[in-house]
């Protein structure tokens, strides 16, 4: 059903709003559309219900169209991408005319985008980003703290349109932190809530946790558990719909402690957490350090446990020994448990554990040696192949695991099980 | 423009499609539509435009409303999800509802459903399966190998309708193995094709491209250039259409020239190389060795060489030297230099390369050392302030670079510009 034809106003009790992005590249299929998703989920958080999403190519006609017909059906309507300074990026000069306005040179607008260039050393504006700087008439503007685009808001007739730049890492702060209170602000917010909470399993197949949890999957109504397998992790996300917050929050709560209850230690966080912040957490609060011998990963675990802000006060140092040599060198892995046993082996995995924690003098030290492949198996050590040892004051532990799927995959995978032994560890 | 009204066939020229994905969960932001995507890149490929993309939930109205809206205005129309067994899968009696046909009972499907089953060991069926064998009269049906929903062809006045599965798992292959065959056979594949070809830079930022590639982004017609800004990177994409593959590949050529005249250096790749192949080739063409210092990055430098397949030839080894004590006692960086200049300062990149160097005696030593924030800063020596230097035999260059963003686009930024020195210094 279209949403009611005589809504009185935006401050009606059930808002409804449509995503439309704008690009050619998302109809050839260059790129995937993650900011339906995104913008969908945010907006389902503050009680907004999507009804539609629509992409268009840079073609003036039809994102006019598109935009004249979500106006004729949602409250809000929200585009995506077409704001750069390109000839290709005409999506406010279409919203004007759309909605018959002038475009407007915003003087503001061209000091930011000068300041951001400033900031990087550039003086001199090519001028085409000064057309970054027209706004359709009687928009109200929102400043791009990662970018040149400014987000734009425009009352129109009862139905609000926000323009919001097209590359993720613009639109989704820009979108948090201005346009959410700005919807709020503006009583544009829903009456109701739909509320979700992840819960984040690692270490477990995706078919152990589907069966283990029949019974909560197949929930319906006002409250619903989704299972989601993603690299290295499972989630099951419970949604649940209500009037408010505390009463969303009542219904999520029993369904949670449920798979907590079933799940115990395979849950490692909540609600987009990552294994590394987990672990950084649990090192920070134990006051513990750590050190890292990489082999296979190449780096990865470092750079995943380095995605941490303070990562700085437990993360002492890491060598990515990636040669026999500089096993030896380095980490003062024996020549003879190399060629005796190999450098994927329990033993060397042991060795590089050892000698990266004496080295580095941290708490604990931890290593990886494995086949990433495609090429490097044998039938005795097959592609994944993987030994993870974890030494501490005292004892050292070691784990094989075989993975399977292509090189970038098994190195993920290793490294969030290298994660996932760390944070078993400090439990 | 709408795709003119009074078109004659679906063998015309020039055919337009729509892919309009079903699913409450998309438009909760559960799941991002990848199918979209897919689809349009195949389409594209067969010489077929899409125009719109649009995402509907399982709600009855809305569906059809999509449906006639998509059948009013494109030769093509392409619906994915809402084939399963359960109340929610509405996607079939829609489509009969807004084309006026009743829905039928195949026997040759629901035959096929309990092979299906059979294969996997269940021989009783839950009776809600028996809805996927109802489909609209007319209806051609595509046999699923992986799953039990069908796929559907519906020929509707002068349009075709398919309906395929939502889990990318299912459409994928179906699309690929039967659908493409049948747009061919019924001559609804477009008569050209489109080809399209990347072209890659760095270094560079997207206004500087824009504006010197001006009159290459403004072609229109036949052929067409694209900008895109990505991580670290710019894109120029050509699109050309023309009957054959080698036709499409004459209309790139001159443009493609044209773009590696102007921007020389800056391009670093082409349709999706990333710069760490480009670098390992560079790097095993030569026989050249490499090591690594990071700081900043955490490893993320040498998890980027690592992810090609036979990085083990070029890369020796890395050390993440997180803390002071690690740059000094692993890498040899001096104390009064850490102590005159502190650790993210250019003496102390130049003295991390040059022991990464000495140490692993590889033929170049690389090092980065920077401060990735969000804390960490001061007026001097801001966020994203990265100095990196490489040292081969007799020479040892040094870059500093300011880079803007959170945490992990500043360390990203920071391995793409390493890569890039790299690149360039073996030129």
Not at 50 to 79: C, H, K
Not at 188 to 201: D, F, H, P, W, Y
Not at 262 to 279: A, C, Y
Request: overall charge positive.
């Amino acid at each position: 059903m279209f949403p009611k034809k005589g809504r009185s106003s935006l401050k009606s009790r059930e808002l409804t709003a449509e995503i439309i992005a704008v690009g050619t590249e998302l109809l050839l299929g260059a790129i995937v559309n993650t900011n339906a998703a995104y913008l969908s989920r945010k907006l389902a958080s503050i009680g907004i219900n999507v009804y539609y999403q629509t992409t268009v190519g840079d073609n003036p006609e039809r994102i006019q169209a598109a935009i004249r017909l979500a106006l004729s059906r949602s409250d809000i309507v929200i585009t995506s991408g077409g704001l750069g300074p390109t000839v290709d990026d005409i999506t406010l000069p279409m919203i004007a005319k759309a909605i018959g306005r002038p475009m407007v040179f915003k003087k503001c607008i061209m000091d930011e985008i000068k300041k951001y260039f400033r900031a990087r050393g550039i003086n001199r504006i090519t001028c085409n980003v000064e057309r970054q700087a027209y706004m359709p008439e009687g928009a109200v503007c929102f400043i791009n703290t990662v970018g040149t685009a400014a987000g734009v808001a425009i009352h129109a007739g009862k139905a609000v349109i926000i323009a919001l730049p097209g590359p993720p890492r613009e639109l989704e702060p820009m979108f948090d932190s201005t346009i959410i209170p700005y919807l709020r602000k503006k009583g544009c917010a829903g009456t109701g809530v739909i509320k979700t909470r992840t819960i984040q399993l690692t270490g477990i197949f995706e078919s152990a946790v589907d069966s283990r949890a029949k019974d909560l999957l197949e929930l319906s109504g006002s409250r619903t558990v989704g299972i989601y397998s993603k690299p290295g992790m499972v989630e099951l996300k419970i949604t649940a719909k209500a009037k408010s917050a505390r009463e969303a929050e009542k219904k999520i709560k029993p369904v949670e402690l449920e798979i907590r209850k079933r799940f115990g230690d395979f849950i490692f966080g909540t609600d987009g957490e990552t294994l590394e912040q987990v672990v950084g957490r649990s090192l920070a609060g134990r006051g513990l350090t750590i050190a890292m011998a990489e082999s296979c990963t190449g780096g990865l675990i470092g750079h995943r446990l380095t995605e941490v802000s303070g990562s700085s006060r437990y993360f002492v140092m890491g060598v990515v020994s990636y040669s026999n040599p500089a096993k030896k060198a380095i980490l003062n892995v024996k020549h003879e448990t190399l060629a005796r046993h190999g450098a994927v082996s329990r033993e060397v995995a042991r060795e590089m554990a050892l000698g990266i924690r004496a080295i580095s003098g941290a708490d604990i030290g931890l290593a990886v040696t494995g086949i990433a492949g495609p090429t490097g198996g044998t039938t005795k050590k097959p592609v994944g192949l993987v030994y993870i040892a974890l030494s501490s004051k005292g004892r050292t532990q070691i784990r094989e695991c075989r993975f399977t799927g292509d090189r970038s995959s098994i190195k993920w995978r290793t490294s969030s099980a290298a994660l996932d032994l760390i944070r078993r560890s400090l439990k």
